[in-house]
T-cell receptor
Framework: AQKVTQAQTEISVVEKEDVTLDCVYETRDTTYYLFWYKQPPSGELVFLIRRNSFDEQNEISGRYSWNFQKSTSSFNFTITASQVVDSAVYFCALSEATSGTYKYIFGTGTRLKVLA | NAGVMQNPRHLVRRRGQEARLRCSPMKGHSHVYWYRQLPEEGLKFMVYLQKENIIDESGMPKERFSAEFPKEGPSILRIQQVVRGDSAAYFC??????????????FGNGTRLTVT
């Protein structure tokens, strides 16, 4: 069965600190896709990144980086030198390629507060 | 290049009334998902539709809730005889199609339903 766990409910950091948001997933599929979304205080959901299960290469985009490790079923998200504008709820999500389900399963989210 | 359009943005209903939430997918997208977000909680899958078909409604409450995606016009999520527990943000998302599960979901800005 699909499952996404974001154990950190809320994290507070001071501006310019680095912060890592954890995501652990469960799936029986060998081919699957992982996503991160950001939900700022305004409420919309913003797509950040997609990762295929067969591509374990880490990715960096500006201050954002993602560490995908199949061995631990984790897809963690790190923000370097955090800024107040990074304050948001971040969701990790999973989609399976070959199962009969069509759902994208979301974790419960991690609320990040970056203090000035 | 309009994104996913949801309306209304805010909806207030008294207990027992009906709520109709509308969603127009991105241009070229033929698949629509509805998710519910309760206050301080994550996104819960409700239903997945393509034009004129419900593909997966495993997340829909058995009573009072229904969804459709007609050949012409937006997708509609209908909640009959609303109760206070229905108060939540309802998000619609679209994707290009069934064979593209690696595609990120594109979300609308949500409809915030308040039942008084």
């Amino acid at each position: 069965a699909q499952k996404v766990t974001q154990a950190q409910t809320e994290i507070s950091v001071v501006e310019k600190e680095d912060v890592t948001l954890d995501c652990v997933y469960e799936t029986r599929d060998t081919t699957y896709y992982l996503f991160w979304y950001k939900q700022p205080p305004s409420g919309e959901l913003v797509f950040l990144i997609r990762r295929n299960s067969f591509d374990e290469q880490n990715e960096i985009s500006g201050r954002y980086s993602w560490n995908f490790q199949k061995s631990t079923s984790s897809f963690n998200f790190t923000i370097t030198a955090s800024q107040v504008v990074d304050s948001a709820v971040y969701f990790c999500a999973l989609s399976e390629a070959t199962s009969g389900t069509y759902k994208y399963i979301f974790g419960t989210g991690t609320r990040l507060k970056v203090l000035a | 290049n309009a994104g996913v359009m949801q309306n209304p943005r805010h909806l207030v209903r008294r207990r027992g009334q009906e709520a109709r939430l509308r969603c127009s997918p991105m241009k070229g997208h033929s698949h629509v998902y509805w998710y519910r977000q309760l206050p301080e909680e994550g996104l819960k899958f409700m239903v997945y539709l393509q034009k004129e078909n419900i593909i997966d409604e495993s997340g829909m409450p058995k009573e009072r809730f229904s969804a459709e995606f007609p050949k012409e016009g937006p997708s509609i999520l209908r909640i009959q005889q609303v109760v206070r527990g229905d108060s939540a943000a309802y998000f619609c998302a679209s994707s290009p199609g069934q064979g593209t599960r690696n595609s990120p979901l594109h979300f609308g800005n949500g409809t915030r339903l308040t039942v008084t």
